[in-house]
């Protein structure tokens, strides 16, 4: 992994030990061929996307109303959950204005899709975009991540913040609980440090939601609606949750310390490749593919899977597989010693 990095800044620096700058190797220019958005490509994946979750909305009102098995329903939220977490992807795209060429389809359609996940575009955006360019530094946490601690930090932290700790980063807690309260609670207030602009998108979103819950009490009834989003919501979001949290706390991984945070090992080295079977990989939208896309955020998801194909450096990166990334859940805490992610500490 380290071969990676070669041609960065991790052994240049000035005479005073500092980073001068963002120093990239000769293939990362390559990646700029892969960035032009399809705007054809775009409008087929909301068609592809779109369309079979309504059907499935409708096949699921139409079990409950003829009396059928809730275990139908679940099966059919299931697959509405799959392309849910599709239509967020597609979303996260809009916010990095890659998706479609024009930057007002880019918002557009970012601010109806946002409805139908429950979150703000521009509020979102903030704290997204901040994560780009934050994610991996131990000085600029807090900002569209994982709460992550190091082992210091754990260990002279006191007993309740530890307890609240080991509770966040649960598996029921994080997975079972956080899809439910990050899109249903959390993200119904403006992200912190943000400005009027964000505030009124988180508004308008909310009035949006609104009116769309109305619209469907009139058409379904608030039972009825009750019995398919909050089933095909928990199952999306913890899918969501899971995807993110593998994507940056995996073996091994990145963070530094501002003064030593560089942006290609961040990218590299901080960001996973889940290998995902091809099924997953489309409901997925290519994300699994982070490590690229954290190294170009305007690079859209289709051409996520061309980029890493066309670009042999990209291919050095070790892939997590599905079964690997089970034992991701144990991993808690930044070593900035051993300089690797770990478990809790046996006696802590």
């Given at each position: 992994?380290?071969?990676?990095?070669?041609?960065?800044?991790?052994?240049?620096?000035?005479?005073?030990?500092?980073?001068?700058?963002?120093?990239?190797?000769?293939?990362?220019?390559?990646?700029?061929?892969?960035?032009?958005?399809?705007?054809?490509?775009?409008?087929?994946?909301?068609?592809?996307?779109?369309?079979?979750?309504?059907?499935?909305?409708?096949?699921?009102?139409?079990?409950?109303?003829?009396?059928?098995?809730?275990?139908?329903?679940?099966?059919?939220?299931?697959?509405?959950?799959?392309?849910?977490?599709?239509?967020?992807?597609?979303?996260?795209?809009?916010?990095?204005?890659?998706?479609?060429?024009?930057?007002?389809?880019?918002?557009?359609?970012?601010?109806?899709?946002?409805?139908?996940?429950?979150?703000?575009?521009?509020?979102?955006?903030?704290?997204?975009?901040?994560?780009?360019?934050?994610?991996?530094?131990?000085?600029?946490?807090?900002?569209?991540?994982?709460?992550?601690?190091?082992?210091?930090?754990?260990?002279?932290?006191?007993?309740?913040?530890?307890?609240?700790?080991?509770?966040?980063?649960?598996?029921?807690?994080?997975?079972?609980?956080?899809?439910?309260?990050?899109f249903f609670l959390a993200n119904r207030l403006p992200t912190r440090e943000v400005k009027r602009k964000q505030r009124l998108s988180v508004l308008f979103t909310n009035?949006?939601?609104?009116?769309?819950?109305?619209?469907?009490?009139?058409?379904?009834?608030?039972?009825?609606?009750?019995?398919?989003?909050?089933?095909?919501?928990?199952?999306?979001?913890?899918?969501?949750?899971?995807?993110?949290?593998?994507?940056?706390?995996?073996?091994?991984?990145?963070?530094?310390?501002?003064?030593?945070?560089?942006?290609?090992?961040?990218?590299?080295?901080?960001?996973?490749?889940?290998?995902?079977?091809?099924?997953?990989?489309?409901?997925?939208?290519?994300?699994?593919?982070?490590?690229?896309?954290?190294?170009?955020?305007?690079?859209?998801?289709?051409r996520l899977k061309k980029c890493y194909d066309s670009v042999p450096a990209l291919q050095t990166k070790m892939p997590l597989t599905i079964l690997q990334s089970l034992?991701?859940?144990?991993?808690?805490?930044?070593?900035?010693?051993?300089?690797?992610?770990?478990?809790?500490?046996?006696?802590?």
């Amino acid at each position: 992994m380290k071969t990676m990095a070669q041609g960065s800044s991790g052994n240049n620096r000035d005479a005073k030990g500092k980073i001068p700058g963002r120093m990239w190797p000769d293939w990362y220019k390559s990646l700029a061929a892969f960035r032009k958005s399809d705007t054809r490509k775009a409008t087929w994946q909301l068609i592809n996307t779109l369309v079979p979750y309504v059907c499935l909305w409708y096949l699921m009102i139409r079990s409950i109303r003829l009396g059928y098995s809730y275990a139908l329903t679940l099966i059919l939220a299931l697959a509405a959950g799959a392309f849910l977490v599709r239509i967020f992807i597609l979303f996260h795209d809009c916010v990095h204005g890659s998706f479609f060429r024009r930057q007002g389809a880019n918002t557009f359609f970012g601010y109806v899709l946002g409805v139908l996940v429950f979150t703000s575009f521009e509020d979102w955006r903030f704290a997204h975009l901040r994560h780009h360019v934050s994610y991996a530094n131990l000085d600029a946490r807090g900002f569209g991540d994982i709460w992550t601690m190091t082992l210091t930090e754990y260990e002279n932290s006191p007993k309740k913040k530890r307890l609240q700790y080991r509770l966040y980063r649960n598996p029921i807690v994080m997975l079972g609980l956080g899809a439910m309260f990050t899109f249903f609670l959390a993200n119904r207030l403006p992200t912190r440090e943000v400005k009027r602009k964000q505030r009124l998108s988180v508004l308008f979103t909310n009035l949006l939601i609104v009116a769309m819950i109305v619209i469907a009490d009139r058409i379904m009834g608030w039972r009825t609606y009750l019995l398919i989003q909050l089933p095909v919501f928990w199952l999306a979001g913890a899918a969501g949750i899971w995807l993110f949290y593998v994507q940056h706390q995996f073996p091994g991984g990145y963070w530094a310390r501002k003064g030593e945070w560089e942006p290609l090992r961040a990218a590299l080295e901080g960001s996973s490749f889940y290998k995902l079977p091809d099924v997953l990989r489309w409901f997925s939208s290519n994300i699994g593919y982070h490590h690229v896309h954290h190294l170009n955020p305007r690079i859209p998801n289709y051409r996520l899977k061309k980029c890493y194909d066309s670009v042999p450096a990209l291919q050095t990166k070790m892939p997590l597989t599905i079964l690997q990334s089970l034992s991701c859940i144990r991993l808690n805490l930044w070593d900035e010693n051993r300089q690797e992610m770990v478990a809790f500490p046996a006696n802590a």
